[in-house]
């Protein structure tokens, strides 16, 4: 295995059957793995080990599910993790394909245990390697807001993954992911046969944005928050402002004001984590496992509940129906 089969399979992942659902179960298991790997130099771990702190992961960055799912959300990806990455077997080294069943409960009596193949191992020795990656399975699975407290919480340094990033070689960007079969073969006709992760994903590499796309969306608001109206300026320049993507821009979701909202950076991030979403009629919903302890989180949070999002400027569109189910759906935290 080359460095480039390693990305390209990472990029690759089998994940949801169901057009336009997000699975970030194995980016997640993966992305674990890696934090262990830089903290101990090796992947090893028990199902038994995996199974709180991946499902706890699971849970916080995926889409939702019933409290009786939540606490075995890791199964599905250690058993299902690609056996071109990825061993399990049996406390008694039995190999354990794919097909294993997976519950919880059957993998611990089964003592299973997993590990990155040998050959992964070695490639991700090399720092740049590594910090590739990172950011391949960040930049295809997450949105930007998420992805400090992703790499905190599977034990990633991210400063030292962005300045081994940064000393790599600089080499072409990677194509983003395509969002449907015609414009995978539309993708496929216009490029050349070179390995889509071939790149070296430089911490400079960050999704690309259509031309414009902030100022646009910031001004269709008037540089205020469409959620709480915060609308700073420090001299000539609006500060704590963001243009946020409703439908994520890593799962298919343009640069366009009709799929964006100005939010400030509070908002913005809760909104991306799920604790704030959006109904049909464009009313504020504050999801009822966000908790808070003192008079500023009702202020600053759980106040919003049922207030009006705001307009955008006359002849900007609002955020469009199937972009708020979209979030609904796969975000936020019912």
């Not at 969306?217 to 243009?243: I, N, R």
């Not at 366009?256 to 704030?276: E, K, V």
């Not at 302890?293 to 509940?305: C, F, I, N, P, Q």
Request: hydrophobic share 40%; charged share 25%; glycine share 8%.
């Amino acid at each position: 295995m080359q460095r480039h089969d390693l990305l390209n399979a990472l990029g690759a992942l089998r994940q949801a059957p169901t057009d336009s659902r997000r699975a970030p179960h194995k980016p997640l298991l993966l992305l674990w793995l890696l934090g262990r790997f830089a903290a101990t130099g090796s992947t090893l771990v028990t199902y038994a080990e995996a199974e709180e702190p991946v499902s706890r992961l699971i849970n916080d960055y995926g889409p939702p599910v019933s409290a009786r799912t939540a606490a075995q959300r890791a199964v599905q990806p250690f058993v299902r993790l690609e056996r071109g990455l990825w061993e399990l077997h049996s406390a008694d080294g039995i190999p354990l394909g794919p097909d294993t069943r997976p519950e919880g409960g059957h993998l611990r009596r089964l003592g299973a245990f997993g590990r990155l193949r040998p050959e992964v191992e070695t490639l991700l020795r090399d720092p740049a390697t590594f910090a590739a990656a990172v950011f391949l399975l960040l930049d295809r699975n997450f949105t930007g807001t998420l992805e400090a407290a992703i790499c905190h919480r599977t034990g990633l340094d991210l400063p030292t993954v962005e300045l081994s990033a940064l000393e790599a070689p600089q080499a072409p960007e990677a194509p983003e992911a395509p969002t449907s079969p015609e414009a995978d073969t539309a993708a496929a006709a216009a490029e050349p046969e070179t390995p889509a992760a071939e790149v070296r994903y430089r911490m400079t590499r960050r999704r690309v944005r259509a031309p414009g796309f902030s100022e646009a969306v910031l001004d269709a608001y008037g540089h205020a928050c469409a959620m709480c109206g915060y609308d700073g300026v420090l001299g000539l320049s609006p500060v704590g402002t963001e243009a946020a993507h409703v439908r994520w821009h890593s799962q298919g979701g343009p640069d366009r004001i009709d799929n964006a909202l100005a939010l400030c950076a509070l908002h913005h991030t809760l909104f991306d984590y799920g604790a704030l979403g959006i109904t049909p009629d464009h009313t504020i919903r504050v999801s009822p496992r966000f908790t808070y302890d003192s008079k500023a989180g009702h202020r600053a949070v759980a106040a919003l509940h049922d207030a009006p999002v705001a307009r955008p400027r006359a002849s900007r569109p609002r955020v469009r129906p199937d972009f708020l189910h979209w979030h609904d759906r796969e975000v936020f935290k019912h």
